[in-house]
């Protein structure tokens, strides 16, 4: 089959599209035949390197993926070949107390498609059945691909860790991305009053559509002077959290009285500073979240059927162009996802 391939750890032109062996599938797994895969920018990370990660060389990347079924191994029953699927991105080993539990997003052998295994960036995935879930409605592939990565983040985070209730505010860093267009839509859903970040006006607009009550252009204006002003001083609840240095004290200073800020990641640097009288004189919560749990994904999923969440994409590449579509995303020019189709 073909792919993209990273040999080792670089810049975009490492990327190479070649020929790689097919995938062989074992008795609980299915085949599938890649339709449309998303980036995120934890494909970025990988191609970069992480410190104290090592990854085994050729490596595929891709997290978010949708497409047919080909074939399945002999104990598979939940899905057959022909069913339209998107990937859950998470694999467990669905027997220990944390998956039995339903947070498989914890279980010690977990690994997320693309990263820690092979990913979706080739014409063929293999997984286990249990992360093939049904397209939800008439949803295309490219928006299946779309969805699962970044809404399910957004849902673990404000949903599961902050437990957002109607009526209250919350701030969302980086509107253009897909965790912040996702988190955006899914505080909406729960009646959540929504302040939005973004660089430049066009994704300030591209954010109030997605339904940001207020929208602040963080490069013109202090993000935490405006959210206590858009609050009468007060602050807001929740703020969601997953760029790291370049925002993390004034998050914390966005914030009211028993606030919670919920991080998911850290793209500006992982070294930020906490001063600790904020923390315990204002009573605020600082929650880590990780990825979610499949029964998350499925939650999240109902509400496309319904239309009242909905697939936010920037552009479609053919996967030969992946070194394009992973500069679009290190240069910050897209609103949303960026799609590869094979």
């Given at each position: ?16 599209y ?6 062989e599938?074992?008795p609980?797994?299915?085949l ?9 920018h ?20 891709g ?5 047919v079924?080909?074939?399945v ?8 070949p022909?069913?339209?699927?998107l990937?859950?991105p998470?694999?467990?080993?669905m027997?220990?107390?944390q998956c ?12 997320i498609v693309?990263?820690?295994r092979?990913g979706?960036?080739?014409?063929y ?14 949803l ?11 809404f ?22 980086a ?9 955006i ?22 954010a109030?559509?997605?339904g ?7 490069t013109?204006k202090?993000f ?5 002003r858009?609050?009468?001083k ?6 969601v ?8 004290e004034?998050s ?11 991080t998911c ?9 906490l001063?600790?009288?904020?923390l ?53 020019n ?9």
């Open positions: 089959m073909r792919a993209v391939v990273i040999s080792e750890h670089g810049g975009t032109d490492i990327l190479k070649t020929d790689v062996p097919d995938p599938i074992g609980g797994e299915v599938i035949e890649v339709k449309a895969c998303a980036l995120n934890l494909d970025l990370w990988v191609r970069r390197g992480l410190p104290g990660i090592e990854f085994k060389f050729p490596h595929i990347l997290c978010d993926v949708s497409g079924v080909q074939s191994g002999e104990t598979v029953k939940n899905v057959k022909k069913d339209r699927v990937v859950s998470g694999v467990s080993c027997q220990c107390e039995l539990s339903g947070q498989d997003n914890l279980c010690r052998a977990y690994q693309g990263y820690a092979l979706g960036y080739a014409e995935l293999k997984i286990p059945s249990v992360n093939a879930l049904p397209i939800p409605g008439n295309g592939y490219e928006e299946a691909a779309a969805i699962p990565l970044v399910l983040t957004a849902w673990h985070m404000l949903i599961s860790r902050a437990k957002l209730r109607a009526g209250e505010t919350v701030l969302v860093h509107a253009g991305s897909g965790v912040g267009s996702a988190a839509q899914i505080a909406k859903l729960f009646r959540a009053r929504v302040f939005a970040t973004a660089s430049t006006e066009a994704k300030l607009a591209k109030r559509e997605l940001a009550d207020e929208v602040i252009n963080y013109e202090d935490a002077v405006e959210a206590r858009l609050t009468s007060r602050g807001v609840d929740v703020v959290e997953h760029t790291g240095v370049a925002t993390w004034k914390i200073l966005s914030l009211s009285t028993n606030g919670r800020v919920v990641g850290a793209t500006t640097g992982y070294q930020a500073q001063d600790l009288r904020h315990f004189a204002r009573h605020l919560n600082v929650l880590g979240s990780y990825m979610g749990a499949k029964h998350e994904l499925l939650e999240a999923l109902k509400f496309f059927r319904t239309g009242q969440l909905r697939a936010v994409i920037d552009r479609v590449l053919p996967l030969q162009e992946a070194a394009a579509a992973h500069q679009a995303l290190e240069d910050r897209q609103f949303g996802k960026v799609v590869l189709t094979p």
